[in-house]
RNA sequence: GGUCCGGUAGCUCAGUUGGAUAGAGCAUCAGCCUUCUAAGCUGAGGGUCAUUGGUUCGAAUCCAAUCCGGAUCACCA
């Protein structure tokens, strides 16, 4: 026996599976048909109880697995609603996702990050490994100084309690200050005849944000004090957002202490002669064997680049937790750094740096192009989530169905259908792929959506309820499976591959497709035929177990993606 | 210029360890609610898989070249 090529047949051909002859004629030396017929019979005959029937076309062998083994495929998982998940493998795996800034508040390119970080921790977990999730907040640095200097300009003692708004945009809105106040005094400078690059180095609000920048660095305590003051009006603001998209961590790193990280490493690379020493006594690797260039890791006046504490980072990672695996969920522009990364981790003798993974993931476009701060074209994330929520409110009063739900039950609806609908729309696309945010097409809930597979969910789940007080038998054998049946069991067959797939490539679009497919499947079954007045009991039982499968697949395979379902909808 | 990624229906996306007539959703058109939730189902139209050449029984998929788009190549983070 030897390795085949299989597939599963083409709805136009007879068949579950089909085996490729072709690739057996050099080695067999027999016609594609003659092979066919030789495996075909022996495995008909061998296993019956698998195999019913088969037929060959054009060098194409389709066998028809038998209904009976489907049905005991159905009887053994309909119940199971950890069906398709595997036992802990006991390795450790960390995944650092989200990062944010503390200037700004979170965009539509950070909801991507967080959705996929958050899944793929779970998709991990769900293939039997231990998840710690991280953070590494970008809590330092010039872009920091320059909402601390225009807060210190243009406040007049204003904060977040005494505007009412939301700490990590107040902040953010200095920000933007800042640049328009920037921009103004070097166009003045220009204009009396200062050439541009000198101009942007000499306006005086940005000499004043990097004297800001040594104080902070010298430790100041004023600065210090606005500093940790401001900051903390940012990390409220996005405690409120993580809590509402679904975001958490087991460890946040804050980058005012791992900055200083990585020092000690460079010392010792030095000593290995994996880095070498400059006349200017800069510190430098030269990675041009590897086709890349040379990188500095530390500046000739001691300081540490943004790559040294990166390193130093992932030394700590390692000494705090034993990783075998450490996933940095990050966009593709930075893909030339994390190669960098990578690569200096292993001359290093970093432990575990072969399994330094980096999930890179594609910006997101707006139909009109880019978005860009500068130009105000930012979707900002509490607003896109605001307005998910409302569109799932309208829709769900228009159809008025839930009319009996009380008010915390209806807010809740809203939510889960709003934030599905946002998820699945961020998640059903390859990560590595650039993708279009389109706002119309976004919070359409029918089609390929999340609300879709929510509804499938929230109509089995009647259902089961309307026919709670039906006795269940154990075993409903039939031998008669419609096509519609078939192809339901073979698509929750296919669930724990899916996962395994998901896992391997880091990409939860394998997920969402999958249970967007589960979902249609059903449905088509549901329309054709009646499940509580189904033609004979055997049937009624076999429906019922197809539908108890099918919610459960789509309950786990939301969780997955970080979307809940509802009981009614 | 070097490196990397991408180009599939009007739009957004699947499909690449090489397999039969390239699939979904949206949009358009035509049907289906006295029976389990119509946020649903059924059907129709819509394609030079960027282009050209190569590899072979067979190419959207592999190779080469070309065109187009994006990212990156900082003593920024």
């Known amino acids: 026996e030897k390795d085949f090529q299989v597939n599963q047949t083409k709805p136009e051909f007879e068949g579950d599976y089909t085996v490729v002859m072709f690739s057996l004629v050099k080695s067999l030396k027999l016609s594609p048909d003659a092979i066919g017929n030789q495996l075909g019979d022996h495995l008909t005959k061998n296993y019956p109880q698998l195999f019913s029937r088969y037929n060959i076309i054009k060098g194409f062998l389709n066998l028809t697995v038998s209904d009976a083994y489907w049905v005991d495929l159905l009887n053994k998982n309909h119940n199971d609603t950890c069906y398709g998940k595997k036992e802990m493998n006991g390795n450790k795996v960390m995944v650092e996702y989200s990062s944010p800034n503390t200037?700004?508040?979170?965009?539509?390119?950070?909801?991507?990050?967080?959705?996929?970080?958050?899944?793929?921790?779970?998709?991990?977990?769900?293939?039997?490994?231990?998840?710690?999730?991280?953070?590494?907040?970008?809590?330092?640095?010039?872009?920091?100084?320059?909402?601390?200097?225009?807060?210190?300009?243009?406040?007049?003692?204003?904060?977040?309690?005494?505007?009412?708004?939301?700490?990590?945009?107040?902040?953010?809105?200095?920000?933007?200050?800042?640049?328009?106040?920037?921009?103004?005094?070097?166009?003045?400078?220009?204009?009396?005849?200062?050439?541009?690059?000198?101009?942007?180095?000499?306006?005086?609000?940005?000499?004043?944000?990097?004297?800001m920048l040594l104080d902070w660095e010298a430790g100041k305590p004023e600065v210090m004090e606005l500093w940790k003051r401001m900051n903390s009006w940012v990390y409220a603001g996005f405690d409120?957002?993580?809590?509402?998209?679904?975001?958490?961590?087991?460890?946040?790193?804050?980058?005012?202490?791992?900055?200083l990280l990585g020092k000690d490493i460079v010392k010792q690379g030095l000593?290995?002669?994996?880095?070498?020493?400059?006349?200017?006594?800069?510190?430098?690797?030269?990675?041009?064997?590897?086709?890349?260039?040379?990188?500095?890791?530390?500046?000739?006046?001691?300081?540490?680049?943004?790559?040294?504490q990166d390193i130093g980072l992932a030394l700590q990672k390692y000494e705090q937790y034993r990783i075998n695996q450490n996933i940095y969920v990050i966009g593709n522009e930075q893909n030339y750094h994390m190669k960098v990364l990578q690569l200096i981790c292993r001359k290093l003798g970093i432990p575990n740096a072969d399994n330094i993974h980096h999930l890179s993931y594609g910006m997101v476009e707006l139909t009109t192009g880019k978005m860009k701060s500068r130009e105000g074209t930012v979707v900002d994330a509490d607003d896109l989530v605001d307005e998910m929520v409302a569109t799932s409110k309208q829709h769900t009063e228009e159809l008025g169905k839930v009319k009996d739900f009380t008010e915390?039950?209806?807010?809740?609806?809203?939510?889960?259908?709003?934030?599905?609908?946002?998820?699945?729309?961020?998640?059903?696309?390859?990560?590595?792929?650039t993708m279009v945010f389109n706002p119309e097409e976004s919070i359409d809930f029918h089609g390929f959506t999340g609300p879709f597979v929510q509804y499938t969910y929230a109509r089995i789940k009647s259902i089961l309820r309307k026919m709670a007080n039906t006795p269940m038998t154990n075993d409903p054998m039939t031998n008669d499976?419609?096509?519609?049946?078939?192809?339901?069991?073979?698509?929750?067959?296919?669930?724990?591959?899916?996962?395994?797939?998901?896992?391997?490539?880091?990409?939860?679009?394998?997920?969402?497709?999958?249970?967007?497919?589960?979902a249609k499947t059903f449905n088509s079954l549901y329309t054709e035929h009646s499940i509580a007045n189904a033609e004979t009991e055997e049937k009624k039982q076999l429906r019922l177990q197809l539908a108890s499968i099918t919610a459960n697949i789509i309950k786990s395979g939301m969780s997955l993606l970080g979307i809940k379902v509802p009981e009614r909808m």
């Open 240 to 259: 409120i957002t993580y809590k509402r998209i679904g975001s958490d961590f087991d460890i946040t790193y804050y980058e005012s202490n791992t900055y």
């Open 271 to 308: 000593d290995k002669k994996v880095f070498y020493q400059k006349e200017d006594s800069s510190i430098w690797i030269d990675l041009t064997a590897d086709g890349l260039d040379e990188k500095i890791v530390q500046r000739k006046d001691g300081t540490s680049v943004y790559i040294t």
């Open 408 to 433: 915390a039950e209806l807010e809740e609806l809203y939510d889960t259908i709003g934030l599905g609908a946002m998820k699945f729309y961020l998640l059903r696309v390859d990560p590595k792929k």
């Open 103 to 211: 200037n700004k508040p979170l965009h539509l390119g950070h909801l991507r990050n967080n959705f996929l970080g958050w899944s793929v921790a779970e998709i991990l977990k769900a293939s039997g490994y231990e998840v710690i999730k991280s953070c590494i907040v970008n809590d330092r640095g010039i872009h920091i100084c320059k909402s601390m200097i225009a807060w210190q300009l243009f406040a007049n003692g204003a904060t977040p309690e005494s505007t009412g708004v939301k700490g990590d945009h107040f902040v953010g809105e200095y920000y933007v200050k800042f640049n328009d106040a920037y921009k103004l005094e070097v166009d003045k400078l220009v204009s009396e005849g200062v050439d541009k690059a000198t101009a942007e180095k000499e306006a005086p609000i940005m000499k004043a944000t990097q004297q």
């Open 481 to 518: 499976l419609l096509k519609l049946e078939k192809d339901l069991i073979i698509a929750a067959e296919q669930y724990p591959a899916m996962i395994g797939q998901a896992c391997n490539e880091h990409n939860p679009s394998v997920i969402a497709n999958y249970v967007f497919h589960l």
